[in-house]
């Protein structure tokens, strides 16, 4: 069992006001947490790499003291993997969430995946690829799944009553480090879903729970549980037809705030 090495907070946090918390970090851009933020997207970012973690700890200090909150150049791509592997994690949870497929064995990645290689039209989203960046992040898939579900909703918020900020300031990355304990709340509901073996109805978990990167019990954040989604039909149509490999067009969800 490996459990990530992030400093408890020194207080008990109990997320509350979503959009006071939301807006209040996001325009103040002051990392209040470091020592949980910087670990925090070390392990979203490089999960099987420690050297790059260490190095990117180094660099985080200098980061700080430019006092500049823009997206180091190598995240950029591995953001671009944290939105696959939130697709593909949210998906399960989903399937799971609304009892779908539970005669034809259960949800699994394999049928996420299979919906979203579908649906979706962007490079990047073939299965085979989709395969292998949920191979590279599985074991932080819970974290980046929850890191985007925030940036969602912060999006959303935006949209509908804009406050002054450019959209490129409302990424995941920025998220983790303005607001790590929000995403962590987030990560240990998606966490512990991950790890039952009842809720996915089949003998084995979703996680690893060898290599998964926990979150250390005395983290000292509440739980937050993420608002359920439905699927769409089109979605439906997909699953149940996936051995004939249709393929069909996505349909957007109307914009609103992903927490309620």
Known sequence: MRVMQIPRFPRAIKVADLDALIKTRLTHEVVIWPKQAVPLVGYMAWPIDSLARNNWHEAAQKWFDQSDVSVPPKLKIIQQHWARVADIFHLHYDLTQGQHQERRGGPSVGKAISLIAANAKAKGTGSAKLWEIWKAYKDVAHLVTAAMLVSADAQARYRIAPYQLEP??????????????????????????????????????????????????????????PPARKLISRDLTVLYARRAGNRGKAKRRKTTPVFG
């Open 168 to 225: 490129h300031q409302l990424l995941p990355f920025r998220i983790a480090m303005l607001m790590p304990d929000l995403v962590i709340a987030v990560a240990m509901e998606f966490e512990r879903y991950g790890l039952d073996r009842v809720a996915h109805g089949r003998k084995e978990p979703m996680f690893d729970s060898e290599s998964l990167w926990r979150i250390p019990p005395d983290i000292n954040v509440t739980p937050l549980a």
